[in-house]
């Protein structure tokens, strides 16, 4: 019961877009398909609390059993990572994983910095904490940026087309790693793509949107 | 929180732009009508408008001012399309646009200055024509350059001015991802059409970006109408552009020429709406007969021409930037420089010296206005940026903006800056430096904000929303991720913001009661001065200076990725020796 979406009804000005009601359990990870302009990134931000002016939501988004439809983004615990990596060049690989813990979980900032080498060293990017982002790989930025997704301690992820610009021997890899960290941390997540295959390596229910 | 605050900051950017062009306008239009009461006049009457149109010589300057600033801002749009649609796709651009860059920064009155030194009767050019001929300096009676009644040497100063701010601002709107698409999208398809470079330029790119470029220009031709260094310096005296001729009037020891300079302020406003209506009036016509001209299918467009005339405008400045450099250098370095030579008798550090003694105080005064103002508008612009991408504003307060951004633009500042100081003396007599502060900003904001909102438009907002779903409020975001990802555009606009400020002459010399002297203002009254090799001096140092601010814009942010990068130099080397084992 851990994100659910009851009855709703995202509308751009006083069209509504798309119907959504379901839910989401704990380490499921729900897949959205959908042709082009169908809404699946605006459903995201409507759940991330990140749509604006003109649109508009109704209905309830509960997260944990709780109402989070006048939350502000930042209060809401939901990571959201999109099909580039998204890592901020002006910081350091570890300094992007340290921005997005939660402050004040750590005791000091040494011990901040051995779980982030630790959390590397178990994804087999042991060292490279100190890297500028730009000297890393596609496969290496994919797996800081999901690192540091869920170091922000996330109560949902949303997933917006996040392996389609990977190569395709990249992609499964990356793809079964994510999901399985996703689903050994119990989050329930929210996956747009276009990719079918993408959709059977989820594993969840998968529902389609058509524009109405 | 920061939201709100944000919000409240865009309000306050708008009221700083609004207050004082409206206080101006209402404290010209008092003794405009006769209202003065400082000198005894206290009764609303057209008496005043009445003595103005009265005079021999007001339709003359009223001519002037069109004829210059219409004439003008035409020769320089037409000057720097021409020039787009020869380089828009060489690999010439950039060196077109490092050649013309600087030219935004220099200020109108050193540009006025420079061009009176190459192309005086005794100037460069004419010392390189009398080369084996007579050495007597040709008569002033009958040259064009400089003094002109006709209004040509204005004209043509004011558009090597605003030819390389036409083509800056339509290369900063072609570069918006959206329209830098589209346009590529156009252009491909007009080349397989059939249609030469040039007919491509003129009959796609230019109908896409112009509505984009129009409220810029509209600036340009406003300024052109009304400008007061320019004409100061370069124009004739008999009679004078009509904003010269109100500097002059205001001016006046005989405090009740006050209420003729206020009227005449009035009529400078219709001059530049007038001004306005032409240009908008022209563009449907072109528009009229561009529609007909494009459905008739003609694959060319005069490309010979167009590239003829793109080159003749390089050259032409080319000649001029060298032959300014060269000879302002000379002046300033000599003991003796007589016509027809084209080297000084001897050299001397002289007026160095004279200069850096007398301009101690008007060049921290200049650096310390320029920073104050620079880097409070830089708060204010961010700020308000931030708050259009917290909570957009709908469509028409948007458009209410952008016309306020633009007021202090459209409004000819000879005719609003004389009613706020006005107004200034009458709330707070004293503060100088704070009225002369608001003159300042009221210039910088608009300009900067343009500068700043490219910048803003071309950030990945997905960035804001990854911090923002790490759980970073918005003031996080703004400082964490936004400020260090456009650091390069920030000390650019800063830069450009703290040149603007350098630039400024009637606001300054208005707004402080002439008490604060400034680069600019010492410039200015040089000319009218003895020593052509002190002015010289001046002109280099107004040159030299809004550059110190884009060094460090250029060089800091360099710098600062220099220091993150040594750690990756380590890396590779480290990651080298791991690939070797």
């Given at each position: 019961m851990a994100l659910s979406l009851e009855n709703l009804v995202v509308s751009h000005a006083q069209n509504a877009l798309l119907k959504v009601n379901v839910c989401v359990n704990d380490g499921e990870i729900l897949t959205v398909m959908g042709p082009s302009g169908a809404g699946k990134s605006t459903l995201l931000q409507a759940i991330s609390g990140q749509l604006h002016a003109p649109f508009s939501v109704s209905g309830k988004v509960k997260i944990n059993g709780v109402v989070v439809n006048d939350k502000a983004a930042h209060l809401r615990k939901v990571g959201i990572m999109f099909q580039d990596a998204l890592l901020f060049e002006h910081m350091s690989v570890a300094e992007n994983i340290a921005f997005a813990m939660p402050s004040g979980s750590y005791a000091n900032q040494q011990a901040k910095m051995d779980t982030i080498d630790e959390m590397l060293g178990a994804v087999d990017l042991k060292g490279i904490g100190e890297r500028s982002v730009t000297t890393l790989s596609g496969g290496q930025q994919a797996r800081v940026s999901l690192l540091r997704t869920l170091a922000s301690t996330p109560d949902v992820v949303l997933l917006d087309e996040p392996f389609s610009k990977l190569d395709i021997a990249l992609r499964e890899q990356i793809r079964s790693w994510t999901f399985k960290q996703l689903k050994e941390r119990n989050i329930p997540a929210v996956l747009v793509t276009h990719d079918k295959e993408d959709s059977l390596a989820a594993g969840g229910q998968i529902i389609e949107l058509s524009p109405c | 929180m920061f939201a709100q605050i944000t919000r409240i900051v865009r309000w306050c950017l708008l009221l700083l732009l609004c207050i004082p062009v409206l206080a101006g306008l209402v404290g010209v239009a008092f003794p405009a009508l006769g209202y003065f009461p400082a000198i005894g006049a206290n009764t609303f009457s057209l008496d005043v408008f009445k003595e103005l149109f009265a005079r021999d010589d007001i339709w003359q300057m009223v001519w002037l001012s069109l004829f210059s600033g219409v004439g003008s801002t035409l020769v320089a749009m037409a000057g720097a399309f021409l020039l787009l649609a020869s380089f828009y796709q060489s690999k010439w651009l950039s060196r077109v646009q490092g050649l013309l860059s600087p030219f935004l920064v220099f200020p109108h009155a050193a540009a006025a200055i420079a061009l009176l030194f190459a192309l005086s009767p005794s100037g460069i050019f004419a010392r390189i024509a009398a080369i084996g001929t007579n050495t007597v300096i040709p008569g002033t009676s009958d040259t064009l350059f400089p003094y002109d009644s006709g209004g040509l040497s204005v004209l043509l100063a004011l558009s090597l001015k605003e030819l390389p701010f036409i083509i800056l601002m339509a290369l900063s709107v072609m570069s918006q991802p959206l329209v830098k698409s589209k346009l590529s999208g156009?252009?491909?398809?007009?080349?397989?059409?059939?249609?030469?470079?040039?007919?491509?330029?003129?009959?796609?790119?230019?109908?896409?970006?112009?509505?984009?470029?129009?409220?810029?220009?509209?600036?340009?031709?406003?300024?052109?109408?009304?400008?007061?260094?320019?004409?100061?310096?370069?124009?004739?005296?008999?009679?004078?552009?009509?904003?010269?001729?109100?500097?002059?009037?205001?001016?006046?020891?005989?405090?009740?020429?006050?209420?003729?300079?206020?009227?005449?302020?009035?009529?400078?406003?219709?001059?530049?709406?007038?001004?306005?209506?032409?240009?908008?009036?022209?563009?449907?016509?072109?528009?009229?007969?561009?529609?007909?001209?494009?459905?008739?299918?003609?694959?060319?467009?005069?490309?010979?021409?167009?590239?003829?005339?793109?080159?003749?405008?390089?050259?032409?400045?080319?000649?001029?930037?060298?032959?300014?450099?060269?000879?302002?250098?000379?002046?300033?370095?000599?003991?003796?420089?007589?016509?027809?030579?084209?080297?000084?008798?001897?050299?001397?550090?002289?007026?160095?010296?004279?200069?850096?003694?007398?301009?101690?105080?008007?060049?921290?005064?200049?650096?310390?206005?320029?920073?104050?103002?620079?880097?409070?508008?830089?708060?204010?612009?961010?700020?308000?940026?931030?708050?259009?991408?917290?909570?957009?504003?709908?469509?028409?307060?948007?458009?209410?903006?952008?016309?306020?951004?633009?007021?202090?633009?459209?409004?000819?500042?000879?005719?609003?800056?004389?009613?706020?100081?006005?107004?200034?003396?009458?709330?707070?007599?004293?503060?100088?430096?704070?009225?002369?502060?608001?003159?300042?900003?009221?210039?910088?904001?608009?300009?900067?904000?343009?500068?700043?909102?490219?910048?803003?438009?071309k950030f990945d907002n997905r960035y804001a929303m990854v911090a923002q779903s790490l759980g970073k409020t918005p003031w996080q975001v703004f400082y964490y991720i936004k400020l260090p990802s456009l650091f390069g555009a920030i000390m650019v606009a800063w830069a450009l913001g703290l040149a603007i400020s350098f630039s400024q002459y009637l606001p300054t010399l208005l707004a402080s009661g002439g008490t604060i002297a400034t680069i600019t203002t010492e410039a200015v009254a040089s000319v009218s001065g003895s020593s052509t090799r002190l002015t010289a001096v001046f002109v280099i140092i107004q040159g030299v200076m809004p550059l110190v601010g884009f060094v460090i814009a250029w060089y800091l942010p360099a710098a600062l990725v220099k220091q993150g990068s040594r750690v990756s130099a380590v890396e590779k080397k480290s990651r080298a020796v791991l690939h070797g084992a």
């Open positions: - | 156009y252009i491909k398809v007009g080349t397989a059409l059939g249609y030469s470079p040039s007919a491509v330029f003129f009959k796609l790119v230019i109908p896409t970006v112009f509505a984009q470029i129009k409220l810029p220009i509209l600036a340009v031709l406003v300024f052109a109408t009304s400008n007061v260094e320019i004409p100061l310096i370069l124009g004739g005296n008999n009679p004078s552009t009509l904003a010269v001729a109100i500097m002059h009037w205001f001016n006046h020891i005989d405090l009740s020429m006050r209420l003729l300079a206020s009227s005449a302020a009035v009529l400078q406003v219709a001059v530049s709406a007038l001004a306005l209506l032409l240009f908008l009036g022209g563009e449907r016509i072109v528009v009229y007969v561009g529609k007909i001209r494009l459905a008739k299918g003609n694959r060319r467009f005069s490309d010979g021409l167009v590239h003829g005339a793109a080159y003749s405008i390089v050259a032409l400045y080319v000649s001029l930037i060298s032959a300014v450099v060269y000879s302002v250098f000379m002046f300033s370095i000599a003991k003796q420089w007589s016509f027809p030579f084209l080297l000084p008798e001897g050299t001397t550090l002289l007026h160095w010296n004279t200069a850096f003694e007398a301009l101690a105080t008007p060049l921290s005064n200049s650096l310390l206005l320029g920073g104050l103002v620079s880097t409070s508008a830089l708060g204010l612009v961010l700020f308000t940026l931030e708050s259009e991408q917290l909570k957009p504003a709908g469509l028409n307060a948007d458009r209410a903006f952008s016309v306020s951004l633009f007021l202090p633009l459209l409004v000819p500042g000879v005719a609003f800056l004389y009613g706020l100081v006005w107004f200034q003396q009458l709330v707070l007599q004293n503060a100088v430096w704070f009225h002369t502060y608001i003159a300042h900003m009221v210039y910088v904001v608009p300009y900067m904000f343009l500068s700043m909102a490219v910048a803003y438009r």
